[in-house]
């Protein structure tokens, strides 16, 4: 059973710093991999989505790399911004179709 | 907005009771999965439903249920109601079993006292 894993669960930076979130997956026969974005109360955005055969993409200050043989992967934020404050959740697929596995994910407060 | 919207936005029962939750998708989007958060957590896949079929199934009793109709607008049924199934509702729609992008509705929040 695929089990996914953010740490940490929450993160407060100044604005301004970059932001480092963690996802580990612990079955590495994945599809791809999501990063999406949640504000209080709301539903998903998605950020960034990888392939299996990639090792990143970037979407102007995100980037998020892959790295499914130690089960990981990583969303850098740049330049931190107070609009960034949400929380952040990673997701997998098995298999082409949309059925996700979630992470707990990660609350991001960015003060001014 | 993704275009894909979910009533009620809030809804509350008590134990025992059952309830329905609707979702209405993207136009032109064949497919939708529901998904369960609870306070704090990420999200569950509860089931989907693919041109009005159920396409696989998460680790949730058959109390819960849903249909998908003709314009594929969906519904999440939910029987005898325990205080563990308050959460947010999450449906997301796209098109067709192979497209990666799917859109998430703004969510409906069920407490059950």
């Known amino acids: 059973k695929q089990e996914v894993t953010q740490i940490p669960a929450a993160l407060s930076v100044p604005e301004g710093e970059n932001l480092v979130l963690n996802c580990s997956f612990t079955?590495?026969?994945?599809?791809?991999l999501q990063w999406f974005r949640q504000d209080p109360g709301k539903g998903l955005t998605s950020l960034l989505l990888?392939?299996?055969?990639?090792r990143e993409q970037t979407s102007g200050r995100l980037n998020a790399s892959l790295d499914k043989s130690s089960g990981r992967s990583t969303l850098y934020i740049a330049a931190s911004q107070p609009g960034d404050s949400a929380t952040y959740l990673c997701?997998?697929?098995?298999?082409?179709?949309?059925?996700?596995?979630f992470g707990g994910g990660t609350r991001v407060l960015v003060k001014p | 907005e993704t275009g894909v919207t979910q009533s009620p936005t809030h809804l509350i029962k008590t134990r025992g009771q059952q309830v329905t939750l609707r979702c209405s998708s993207q136009?032109?989007?064949?497919?939708v999965s529901w998904y369960q958060q609870a306070l704090g957590q990420g999200p569950q896949f509860i089931f989907q439903?693919?041109?009005?079929?159920?396409?696989g199934r998460g680790n949730f009793p058959p109390r819960f249920s849903g249909l998908q109709f003709p314009n594929y607008s969906s519904e999440l049924n939910v029987n005898a109601l325990e205080l563990d199934d308050s959460a947010l509702y999450l449906c997301?729609?796209?098109?067709?079993?192979?497209?990666?992008?799917?859109?998430f509705g703004p969510g409906t929040r069920l407490t059950v006292l």
């Open positions: 997701a997998v697929d098995k298999a082409a179709g949309n059925k996700l596995t």
């Open positions: 079955d590495s026969a994945i599809y791809n």
């Open positions: 990888i392939q299996s055969s990639q």
């Open positions: 136009s032109g989007h064949n497919t």
């Open positions: 439903y693919y041109r009005e079929e159920e396409n």
């Open positions: 997301a729609s796209f098109f067709e079993l192979l497209t990666d992008t799917q859109y």
